[in-house]
């Protein structure tokens, strides 16, 4: 029975070529809202570990906040934003635009998540995807770039590297 239902995980597993790439856990989330990102690194670099994990965060995403991860160095690169969104009443013109977890060392057969927390503004347009660029880099220089971003009438399985993608909901 346990083989059985061991087969049938791995066959599942096979079968969504989605779970190869870093993906977000919470896939959908409403504008004017924060929400915590949580981005799964499944695997390293063509078996090597992964070093470094770099985060872009897009435009409209602001009032970062990256968890630090025991063991790694978290930079927060900040500069300022394409125009001033309101934050709770605040115009917010600058704030984070990268986050990078170093110095670390996630192993080929290992999972981990990295986390941050952002404010989806209201300018961003609700029924849209908001696409996350991720950098994931390895011991001996390997770097896979998930930062392909689908052209119109394309989806992320259409790419071998897609960035991670948000389904944005109007606001509640």
Do not use: N
Not at 53 to 64: H, K, L, S
Not at 79 to 100: C, H, L, M, Q
Not at 133 to 139: A, F, G, T
């Amino acid at each position: 029975m346990k083989t059985h239902l061991l087969a049938a995980m791995l066959v599942t597993l096979g079968a969504t070529g989605a779970l190869a790439h870093i993906t977000l856990e919470t896939q959908q989330a409403p504008v004017g809202s924060t929400y915590k990102a949580v981005l799964r690194v499944p695997h390293g670099c063509k078996g090597a570990a992964t070093t470094k994990v770099r985060v872009r965060i897009p435009e409209g995403v602001i009032a970062i906040k990256p968890m630090p991860k025991p063991g790694w160095i978290l930079e927060a690169v900040k500069g300022p934003y394409g125009k001033a969104f309101d934050y709770y009443g605040t115009p917010t013109s600058e704030g984070v635009k990268e986050v990078v977890w170093s110095g670390g060392r996630l192993l080929d057969e290992h999972y981990d998540e990295f986390v941050l927390r952002g404010y989806l503004t209201s300018d961003l347009k609700a029924d849209t995807i908001l696409y996350v660029p991720v950098v994931q880099e390895c011991e001996g220089g390997d770097v896979e770039r998930w930062i392909e971003i689908p052209a119109e009438g394309k989806s992320p399985d259409d790419y071998k590297f897609p960035a991670p993608g948000l389904k944005l909901t109007p606001k509640k």
